[in-house]
């Protein structure tokens, strides 16, 4: 598959779960792959099994938090990669807390990752796009920006926070050739939610009660995410703008008669 021949890309969280994901589909269909994680070394083995697999990739340490960082990253793969014409902006932290829970210091945690690190990935790639004639930017949602899930106020803004901005950002470079668009996924087993079962007092319980929130009732494979954000970076996509594609199994469409248990 060579459907992404021509595309430099930036992967932000890419060092695990989802991120990664994306990072090797990318790869896999012909795109040029610059992975940001916050662990790098984690970034590093992703991007050394992309090189082994005969793709154009490296990685760079970032906390997406800091924009000067974002600056750095995106600068360092137009520079590499010669242009740039996507970023997926995905890396995110799972802060729990209620509204009366959420410590100040969680919600300014969670905000500064999961939006403000969105944020400063546009700001810093957009005009990367510009130059490159235009290109395509996918932001990651959740499902939890359209439906509530008790417990977890400040994450649930962050989500719902993307969804407006990444349709702001299409109106207003949309003008340029500068796609935007979110995924919105519903429960994948990756690493974040490893850890939340980890912790969970009935593991295969909360599984079994996550699995019948999905119409579908599973979970989702991060593969399943990757496969939509490639169609998003791809031009398969090339009049989809300002969507929030959902990639969630049902979950933010089941009513309350769907549940198997
Ligand atoms: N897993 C799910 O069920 C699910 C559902 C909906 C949305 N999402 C979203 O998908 C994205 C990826 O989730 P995941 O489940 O793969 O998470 P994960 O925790 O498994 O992986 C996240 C990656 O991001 C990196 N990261 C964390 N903070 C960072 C920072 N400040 N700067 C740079 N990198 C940082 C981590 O090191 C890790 O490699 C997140 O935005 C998450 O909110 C996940």
């Known amino acids: 598959m060579n459907r992404l021949t021509g595309k430099s890309c930036v992967v932000t969280g890419g060092g695990a779960g989802i991120g990664a994901a994306i990072a090797a589909r990318l790869a896999a269909e012909g795109a040029q792959v610059a992975v940001g994680d916050i662990d790098g070394d984690a970034a590093g083995r992703v991007t050394q099994q992309l090189r082994e697999r005969g793709s154009d990739a490296f990685a760079v340490q970032v906390d997406v938090s800091v924009p000067a960082q974002v600056s750095d990253l995106v600068s360092a793969a137009a520079e590499r990669f010669g242009r740039l014409t996507t970023i997926v902006n995905n890396a995110g932290v799972a802060v729990p807390g209620s509204v009366e829970d959420i410590s100040e210091n969680d919600w300014d945690r969670v905000l500064a990752v999961n939006l403000k690190g969105v944020w400063a990935g ?4 957009v005009p990367h796009l510009r130059s490159a004639g235009g290109g395509s930017i996918v932001n990651m949602a959740s499902a939890q920006a359209l439906v509530g899930f008790p417990g977890w106020a400040g994450y649930a803004a962050t989500k719902g926070a993307i969804v407006a901005l990444t349709q702001q950002a299409a109106v207003e470079y949309g003008p340029e050739q500068i796609r935007v668009n979110c995924l919105a996924p519903g429960t994948i087993m990756t690493p974040l ?8 007092p009935d593991p295969q319980a909360l599984i079994e009660d996550w699995n019948s929130a999905h119409a579908l009732q599973r979970f989702g494979e ?38 198997a248990n």
């Open 193 to 200: 939610n490893e850890q939340i079962f980890r912790t969970a």
């Open 122 to 125: 546009m700001r810093y790639a």
């Open 222 to 259: 991060s593969d399943e995410v990757a496969s939509a954000a490639a169609f998003l970076v791809s031009d398969d996509s090339s009049f989809v703008t300002g969507t929030c594609l959902r990639v969630d199994g049902g979950l933010s469409i089941l009513g309350p008669t769907g549940r």
